[in-house]
């Protein structure tokens, strides 16, 4: 039962900023990974950034220098930052965030439902 939940979504300025904002619940076990995930209307889902649980970070070639994706372990949150924003961010963000047990070869995939950012002037 573990439950994300997106907020921060919104109309952006182009230059401007914005900032996501994910958090997770319903589970006491670590989550290897959260990441932003950006859909636009008739492309496919892509990856924005991801942390994992020690600190590394992934940035999409797309925002590197404008976007800063932020992890708060002992809160079970991940902020993205946008800024200097341009059209080609919009899109749906969803937060995503994947368990791996330690003894386990399984994994675990949540989504959260999605937040729609909108930049336009």
């Known amino acids: 039962q573990v439950r994300l939940v997106e907020s921060g979504g919104g109309l952006g300025q182009p230059g401007g900023s914005l900032t996501l904002s994910c958090a997770a619940s319903?589970?006491?076990?670590?989550?290897?990974?959260m990441s932003w995930y950006r859909q636009a209307p008739g492309k496919e889902r892509e990856l924005v950034a991801s942390a994992t649980k020690y600190g590394t970070m992934r940035y999409a070639d797309a925002v590197k220098g404008r976007f800063t994706l932020s992890r708060a372990n002992a809160k079970n949150t991940v902020d993205l930052q946008m800024n200097s924003l341009k059209p080609e961010d919009t899109a749906v963000y969803y937060c995503?965030?994947?368990?791996?047990?330690?003894?386990?070869?399984?994994?675990?995939?949540?989504w959260g439902q999605g937040t729609q950012v909108t930049v336009s002037s």
């Open positions: 995503n965030a994947v368990i791996v047990p330690a003894y386990s070869a399984g994994t675990s995939t949540y």
């Open positions: 319903g589970t006491s076990v670590s989550i290897n990974v």
